[in-house]
Protein backbone atom coordinates (compact mmCIF):
# COMPACT_ATOMS: atom_id res chain seq x y z
CA UNK A 1 0.00 0.00 0.00
CA UNK A 2 1.53 3.34 -1.18
CA UNK A 3 1.55 6.11 1.77
CA UNK A 4 0.44 9.56 1.10
CA UNK A 5 3.34 12.09 0.92
CA UNK A 6 1.71 13.72 3.29
CA UNK A 7 2.17 11.17 5.76
CA UNK A 8 5.61 10.01 4.82
CA UNK A 9 6.51 13.54 5.65
CA UNK A 10 4.79 13.30 9.17
CA UNK A 11 6.65 10.24 9.84
CA UNK A 12 9.94 11.75 8.78
CA UNK A 13 8.80 14.35 11.33
CA UNK A 14 8.24 11.86 14.16
CA UNK A 15 11.58 10.39 13.43
CA UNK A 16 13.52 13.44 14.33
CA UNK A 17 11.41 14.18 16.91
CA UNK A 18 12.31 11.14 18.84
CA UNK A 19 16.17 10.65 17.34
CA UNK A 20 16.54 14.04 19.43
CA UNK A 21 15.34 12.86 22.49
CA UNK A 22 17.43 9.59 22.05
CA UNK A 23 14.25 7.52 21.19
CA UNK A 24 13.77 4.88 18.83
CA UNK A 25 10.33 5.41 16.54
CA UNK A 26 9.38 2.13 15.87
CA UNK A 27 8.60 1.36 19.66
CA UNK A 28 6.60 4.61 20.18
CA UNK A 29 4.66 3.04 16.73
CA UNK A 30 4.36 0.19 18.72
CA UNK A 31 2.94 1.42 21.52
CA UNK A 32 0.18 2.92 19.04
CA UNK A 33 -0.58 -0.07 17.82
CA UNK A 34 -1.31 -1.46 21.25
CA UNK A 35 -3.15 1.40 22.32
CA UNK A 36 -6.85 2.34 22.70
CA UNK A 37 -8.93 4.98 21.22
CA UNK A 38 -9.48 7.49 24.28
CA UNK A 39 -12.45 8.16 25.37
CA UNK A 40 -14.43 11.15 26.79
CA UNK A 41 -14.84 9.67 30.25
CA UNK A 42 -11.26 8.97 31.08
CA UNK A 43 -9.83 11.80 29.42
CA UNK A 44 -12.14 14.12 31.51
CA UNK A 45 -11.63 11.96 34.45
CA UNK A 46 -15.63 12.12 34.98
CA UNK A 47 -15.67 9.04 37.75
CA UNK A 48 -13.02 10.60 39.99
CA UNK A 49 -14.60 13.99 39.24
CA UNK A 50 -17.74 12.59 40.93
CA UNK A 51 -16.34 11.11 43.62
CA UNK A 52 -14.75 14.24 44.96
CA UNK A 53 -18.03 15.70 46.88
CA UNK A 54 -18.48 14.17 50.08
CA UNK A 55 -21.11 15.73 52.78
CA UNK A 56 -21.00 15.82 56.24
CA UNK A 57 -24.77 15.82 56.64
CA UNK A 58 -27.89 14.26 55.06
CA UNK A 59 -29.36 17.89 54.11
CA UNK A 60 -29.40 17.83 50.03
CA UNK A 61 -28.23 21.11 49.62
CA UNK A 62 -25.24 21.23 51.19
CA UNK A 63 -24.01 19.43 47.08
CA UNK A 64 -24.91 22.61 45.88
CA UNK A 65 -22.57 24.34 48.23
CA UNK A 66 -19.56 21.52 47.90
CA UNK A 67 -19.88 21.32 44.00
CA UNK A 68 -20.34 25.03 43.33
CA UNK A 69 -17.05 25.79 45.82
CA UNK A 70 -15.64 23.32 43.63
CA UNK A 71 -16.56 24.58 40.34
CA UNK A 72 -15.54 28.11 41.77
CA UNK A 73 -11.65 26.41 42.53
CA UNK A 74 -11.47 25.22 39.21
CA UNK A 75 -12.37 28.76 37.34
CA UNK A 76 -9.86 30.06 39.73
CA UNK A 77 -7.34 27.61 38.13
CA UNK A 78 -7.97 29.00 35.03
CA UNK A 79 -7.20 32.35 36.22
CA UNK A 80 -4.32 31.31 37.69
CA UNK A 81 -3.37 29.54 34.44
CA UNK A 82 -3.97 32.69 32.44
CA UNK A 83 -2.16 34.79 34.79
CA UNK A 84 0.88 32.94 34.89
CA UNK A 85 1.27 32.80 30.75
CA UNK A 86 1.54 36.61 31.43
CA UNK A 87 3.36 36.68 33.86
CA UNK A 88 5.63 34.24 32.35
CA UNK A 89 5.44 36.19 29.05
CA UNK A 90 3.38 33.66 27.29
CA UNK A 91 4.67 30.24 26.31
CA UNK A 92 5.73 29.21 22.68
CA UNK A 93 4.36 25.37 21.28
CA UNK A 94 6.10 24.67 17.86
CA UNK A 95 3.22 24.06 15.18
CA UNK A 96 4.23 20.46 15.89
CA UNK A 97 2.96 20.97 19.53
CA UNK A 98 6.36 20.87 21.15
CA UNK A 99 6.77 23.21 23.97
CA UNK A 100 9.52 25.75 23.12
CA UNK A 101 9.95 27.68 26.29
CA UNK A 102 8.79 31.20 27.59
CA UNK A 103 9.25 34.12 24.84
CA UNK A 104 11.20 36.36 26.34
CA UNK A 105 9.45 39.85 25.24
CA UNK A 106 5.96 40.61 26.18
CA UNK A 107 3.43 40.64 23.40
CA UNK A 108 1.22 43.99 23.58
CA UNK A 109 -2.22 41.73 22.17
CA UNK A 110 -1.38 38.69 24.06
CA UNK A 111 -1.25 40.34 27.20
CA UNK A 112 -4.63 42.00 26.55
CA UNK A 113 -5.90 38.19 25.12
CA UNK A 114 -5.32 36.85 28.69
CA UNK A 115 -6.63 39.33 30.48
CA UNK A 116 -9.62 39.34 28.35
CA UNK A 117 -10.10 35.83 29.47
CA UNK A 118 -9.13 36.02 32.95
CA UNK A 119 -12.09 38.67 33.37
CA UNK A 120 -14.57 36.12 31.62
CA UNK A 121 -13.94 34.17 34.38
CA UNK A 122 -14.91 36.22 37.06
CA UNK A 123 -17.75 37.45 35.27
CA UNK A 124 -18.74 33.93 35.20
CA UNK A 125 -18.10 33.33 38.43
CA UNK A 126 -19.82 36.66 39.73
CA UNK A 127 -23.04 36.13 37.24
CA UNK A 128 -23.17 32.45 38.81
CA UNK A 129 -23.18 33.12 42.06
CA UNK A 130 -26.85 33.43 42.75
CA UNK A 131 -26.64 29.47 42.93
CA UNK A 132 -25.22 29.88 46.23
CA UNK A 133 -27.88 33.17 46.85
CA UNK A 134 -30.54 31.55 46.35
CA UNK A 135 -30.46 28.10 45.03
CA UNK A 136 -30.03 26.46 49.02
CA UNK A 137 -32.68 26.32 51.42
CA UNK A 138 -32.07 28.60 53.90
CA UNK A 139 -33.28 26.72 57.02
CA UNK A 140 -30.79 23.51 55.23
CA UNK A 141 -28.03 25.86 54.85
CA UNK A 142 -28.24 27.27 59.01
CA UNK A 143 -28.40 23.65 59.95
CA UNK A 144 -25.41 22.53 57.93
CA UNK A 145 -23.09 24.87 58.09
CA UNK A 146 -22.67 24.08 62.00
CA UNK A 147 -21.20 21.17 60.56
CA UNK A 148 -18.83 22.40 59.03
CA UNK A 149 -16.65 24.53 61.68
CA UNK A 150 -14.16 25.89 61.22
CA UNK A 151 -13.87 25.86 57.66
CA UNK A 152 -14.77 28.84 55.55
CA UNK A 153 -14.29 30.39 52.25
CA UNK A 154 -11.94 32.14 53.74
CA UNK A 155 -9.00 29.44 53.61
CA UNK A 156 -9.48 29.61 49.91
CA UNK A 157 -5.51 29.82 48.57
CA UNK A 158 -5.94 30.04 45.26
CA UNK A 159 -7.80 33.34 45.48
CA UNK A 160 -5.25 34.56 47.46
CA UNK A 161 -2.33 33.53 45.39
CA UNK A 162 -4.27 35.30 42.50
CA UNK A 163 -4.05 38.78 44.27
CA UNK A 164 0.13 38.36 45.07
CA UNK A 165 0.28 37.50 41.20
CA UNK A 166 -2.21 40.28 40.00
CA UNK A 167 -0.12 43.28 41.79
CA UNK A 168 2.49 44.51 44.22
CA UNK A 169 2.00 43.82 47.57
CA UNK A 170 2.07 47.23 49.02
CA UNK A 171 -1.47 47.74 47.56
CA UNK A 172 -2.59 44.66 49.39
CA UNK A 173 -1.61 45.47 53.12
CA UNK A 174 -4.62 46.33 55.90
CA UNK A 175 -5.60 49.76 54.87
CA UNK A 176 -4.81 51.63 57.81
CA UNK A 177 -0.90 50.34 57.64
CA UNK A 178 -0.69 50.29 54.06
CA UNK A 179 1.10 54.18 53.57
CA UNK A 180 3.65 53.40 56.20
CA UNK A 181 4.95 49.74 55.01
CA UNK A 182 4.60 51.31 51.42
CA UNK A 183 8.54 50.82 50.80
CA UNK A 184 8.93 47.87 52.67
CA UNK A 185 10.38 44.25 51.89
CA UNK A 186 7.83 41.91 49.75
CA UNK A 187 7.59 39.49 52.86
CA UNK A 188 7.20 42.45 55.49
CA UNK A 189 3.96 43.47 53.37
CA UNK A 190 3.05 40.10 52.87
CA UNK A 191 2.87 39.43 57.11
CA UNK A 192 0.63 42.39 56.82
CA UNK A 193 -1.53 41.51 54.49
CA UNK A 194 -5.40 42.48 54.92
CA UNK A 195 -6.52 39.21 55.20
CA UNK A 196 -4.34 38.23 58.58
CA UNK A 197 -6.02 41.50 60.21
CA UNK A 198 -9.26 40.30 59.15
CA UNK A 199 -10.16 36.79 60.64
CA UNK A 200 -9.25 38.62 64.19
CA UNK A 201 -11.71 37.50 67.25
CA UNK A 202 -12.89 40.84 68.17
CA UNK A 203 -13.37 40.81 72.10
CA UNK A 204 -9.80 39.52 72.25
CA UNK A 205 -7.63 40.36 69.40
CA UNK A 206 -6.75 37.04 69.31
CA UNK A 207 -6.79 34.77 65.77
CA UNK A 208 -9.96 33.05 64.78
CA UNK A 209 -8.78 29.16 64.61
CA UNK A 210 -9.94 29.16 60.33
CA UNK A 211 -6.93 31.70 60.33
CA UNK A 212 -4.52 29.95 62.24
CA UNK A 213 -4.89 26.59 60.51
CA UNK A 214 -4.61 28.46 56.98
CA UNK A 215 -1.04 30.30 57.89
CA UNK A 216 -0.21 26.78 59.51
CA UNK A 217 -0.96 25.50 55.89
CA UNK A 218 -0.15 27.90 53.74
CA UNK A 219 1.64 30.88 54.46
CA UNK A 220 5.09 29.68 53.95
CA UNK A 221 4.17 28.60 50.20
CA UNK A 222 2.63 32.49 50.17
CA UNK A 223 6.02 33.87 50.74
CA UNK A 224 7.44 31.80 48.05
CA UNK A 225 5.56 32.42 45.60
CA UNK A 226 5.82 35.95 46.57
CA UNK A 227 9.47 35.96 46.24
CA UNK A 228 8.22 33.87 43.07
CA UNK A 229 5.54 36.27 41.40
CA UNK A 230 6.12 39.90 43.21
CA UNK A 231 8.99 40.81 40.14
CA UNK A 232 6.71 39.64 37.64
CA UNK A 233 3.74 40.71 38.71
CA UNK A 234 0.68 41.67 36.44
CA UNK A 235 1.11 45.40 37.62
CA UNK A 236 5.01 44.94 36.81
CA UNK A 237 4.42 43.88 33.53
CA UNK A 238 2.09 46.46 32.97
CA UNK A 239 4.77 48.86 34.10
CA UNK A 240 7.10 47.53 32.23
CA UNK A 241 5.88 48.00 28.93
CA UNK A 242 7.01 51.13 26.80
CA UNK A 243 5.20 54.49 27.51
CA UNK A 244 3.08 54.34 24.33
CA UNK A 245 1.76 50.53 25.06
CA UNK A 246 1.04 51.41 28.86
CA UNK A 247 -1.49 54.27 26.92
CA UNK A 248 -3.23 51.30 24.66
CA UNK A 249 -7.21 52.05 25.38
CA UNK A 250 -7.68 48.40 25.45
CA UNK A 251 -5.12 46.94 27.61
CA UNK A 252 -6.21 49.94 30.36
CA UNK A 253 -9.93 49.15 30.10
CA UNK A 254 -8.80 45.16 30.78
CA UNK A 255 -6.96 46.02 34.05
CA UNK A 256 -9.28 48.24 35.12
CA UNK A 257 -12.20 45.74 34.55
CA UNK A 258 -9.86 43.18 36.32
CA UNK A 259 -9.14 45.66 39.22
CA UNK A 260 -13.20 46.10 39.57
CA UNK A 261 -14.02 42.14 39.10
CA UNK A 262 -11.96 40.98 41.82
CA UNK A 263 -12.27 43.90 44.03
CA UNK A 264 -15.69 45.04 43.98
CA UNK A 265 -17.69 42.44 41.68
CA UNK A 266 -17.68 39.35 42.88
CA UNK A 267 -16.70 40.32 46.76
CA UNK A 268 -19.77 41.60 46.47
CA UNK A 269 -21.73 39.11 45.07
CA UNK A 270 -20.07 37.01 47.71
CA UNK A 271 -20.69 39.73 50.55
CA UNK A 272 -24.81 39.69 49.20
CA UNK A 273 -24.80 35.94 49.72
CA UNK A 274 -23.49 36.16 53.46
CA UNK A 275 -25.94 38.64 54.16
CA UNK A 276 -28.79 36.18 52.68
CA UNK A 277 -27.84 33.55 55.00
CA UNK A 278 -26.58 35.24 58.16
CA UNK A 279 -27.88 38.83 58.30
CA UNK A 280 -30.60 38.82 61.23
CA UNK A 281 -30.60 42.58 61.90
CA UNK A 282 -29.92 42.04 65.30
CA UNK A 283 -26.47 40.13 66.60
CA UNK A 284 -26.20 38.70 63.14
CA UNK A 285 -24.46 35.39 62.77
CA UNK A 286 -21.06 34.56 62.48
CA UNK A 287 -19.50 33.33 59.31
CA UNK A 288 -17.80 29.88 60.14
CA UNK A 289 -14.22 31.64 60.11
CA UNK A 290 -15.83 33.67 63.02
CA UNK A 291 -14.61 37.06 61.55
CA UNK A 292 -16.64 40.20 62.40
CA UNK A 293 -17.85 39.78 58.21
CA UNK A 294 -20.38 42.70 57.87
CA UNK A 295 -17.20 44.86 58.43
CA UNK A 296 -14.89 42.76 56.50
CA UNK A 297 -16.54 41.79 53.37
CA UNK A 298 -17.53 44.38 52.29
CA UNK A 299 -15.25 45.98 49.64
CA UNK A 300 -15.44 49.69 50.91
CA UNK A 301 -13.85 48.50 53.92
CA UNK A 302 -11.23 46.76 52.41
CA UNK A 303 -10.84 49.37 49.75
CA UNK A 304 -8.24 46.65 47.79
CA UNK A 305 -7.22 48.33 44.53
CA UNK A 306 -4.63 46.22 42.44
CA UNK A 307 -4.14 49.52 40.24
CA UNK A 308 -4.34 52.52 41.98
CA UNK A 309 -2.59 54.75 39.38
CA UNK A 310 -5.45 53.61 36.71
CA UNK A 311 -8.37 55.49 38.87
CA UNK A 312 -9.42 58.86 40.00
CA UNK A 313 -9.25 59.84 43.51
CA UNK A 314 -13.24 60.16 43.62
CA UNK A 315 -13.01 56.33 42.02
CA UNK A 316 -10.73 55.20 44.42
CA UNK A 317 -12.23 57.23 47.76
CA UNK A 318 -15.37 55.69 46.72
CA UNK A 319 -14.30 52.23 45.65
CA UNK A 320 -17.47 49.62 45.84
CA UNK A 321 -19.21 52.31 48.37
CA UNK A 322 -22.48 52.90 46.31
CA UNK A 323 -22.94 49.58 46.13
CA UNK A 324 -22.51 48.57 49.50
CA UNK A 325 -24.86 50.49 50.62
CA UNK A 326 -27.13 49.24 48.17
CA UNK A 327 -26.70 46.32 49.20
CA UNK A 328 -27.32 47.03 52.76
CA UNK A 329 -30.38 48.95 52.11
CA UNK A 330 -31.83 46.17 50.22
CA UNK A 331 -31.46 43.67 52.14
CA UNK A 332 -32.51 45.35 55.16
CA UNK A 333 -35.43 46.50 54.13
CA UNK A 334 -36.76 42.77 52.18
CA UNK A 335 -36.31 41.87 56.03
CA UNK A 336 -37.47 44.36 57.46
CA UNK A 337 -34.45 45.54 59.53
CA UNK A 338 -34.05 48.93 58.71
CA UNK A 339 -32.14 51.09 61.06
CA UNK A 340 -34.09 53.22 62.82
C1 LIG B 1 -23.76 30.53 51.14
C2 LIG B 1 -22.58 30.76 50.64
C3 LIG B 1 -21.48 31.51 51.37
C4 LIG B 1 -21.50 32.18 52.57
C5 LIG B 1 -22.69 32.37 53.52
C6 LIG B 1 -20.17 32.69 52.78
C7 LIG B 1 -19.77 33.39 53.90
C8 LIG B 1 -18.50 33.87 54.12
C9 LIG B 1 -18.08 34.60 55.30
C10 LIG B 1 -18.98 34.96 56.45
C11 LIG B 1 -16.77 34.89 55.14
C12 LIG B 1 -15.85 35.64 56.12
C13 LIG B 1 -15.00 34.64 56.85
C14 LIG B 1 -15.79 33.90 57.88
O1 LIG B 1 -16.11 34.48 58.91
O2 LIG B 1 -16.10 32.71 57.63
C15 LIG B 1 -16.33 34.38 53.87
C16 LIG B 1 -15.07 34.53 53.32
C17 LIG B 1 -14.71 34.07 52.09
N1 LIG B 1 -15.43 33.22 51.28
FE1 LIG B 1 -17.39 32.78 51.49
N2 LIG B 1 -19.37 32.35 51.71
C18 LIG B 1 -20.13 31.62 50.83
C19 LIG B 1 -19.71 31.06 49.63
C20 LIG B 1 -18.44 31.14 49.15
C21 LIG B 1 -18.01 30.53 47.91
C22 LIG B 1 -18.87 29.73 46.93
C23 LIG B 1 -16.68 30.80 47.79
C24 LIG B 1 -15.81 30.32 46.66
C25 LIG B 1 -14.65 29.74 46.88
C26 LIG B 1 -16.29 31.61 48.93
C27 LIG B 1 -15.02 32.13 49.13
C28 LIG B 1 -14.70 32.97 50.17
C29 LIG B 1 -13.44 33.71 50.24
C30 LIG B 1 -12.33 33.74 49.18
C31 LIG B 1 -13.47 34.40 51.43
C32 LIG B 1 -12.39 35.36 51.93
C33 LIG B 1 -12.78 36.77 51.48
C34 LIG B 1 -11.76 37.83 51.89
O3 LIG B 1 -10.75 37.51 52.52
O4 LIG B 1 -11.98 39.00 51.56
N3 LIG B 1 -17.39 31.79 49.72
N4 LIG B 1 -17.40 33.73 53.27
Not at 10 to 16: G, S, T
Not at 250 to 263: F, G, P
Not at 333 to 340: A, C, F, G, T, V
Request: hydrophobic content about 35%; aromatic content about 14%; glycine content about 4%.
Amino acid sequence: MELPESTLKKIKILKEKYASIGQDLDSYLDGLIYANPLTYWDYIEVDALLSLQKPKTDFPDEKIFIVYHQITELYFSLISHEIEQICKNGKNISEHGEDLGWNSSLDLAFFIERLKRVNKYFEALTNSFDIMRFGMEKEQFTKFRMSLLSASGFQTASYRYIEIACTDLKYLVFEDQRESLFDSDIHTQLDNIYWRRGAIVEDTGEKTLTLRDFENKYLEDFHEFADKYQPINLWKKYKALDANDQKNEQLVKELRELDVNVNINWPLVHFRTAARYLATGKGDEKGTGGTNWQKYLPPHFQRRIFYPELWSEQEREEWGKHWVDAVFADHLKKENHLPK
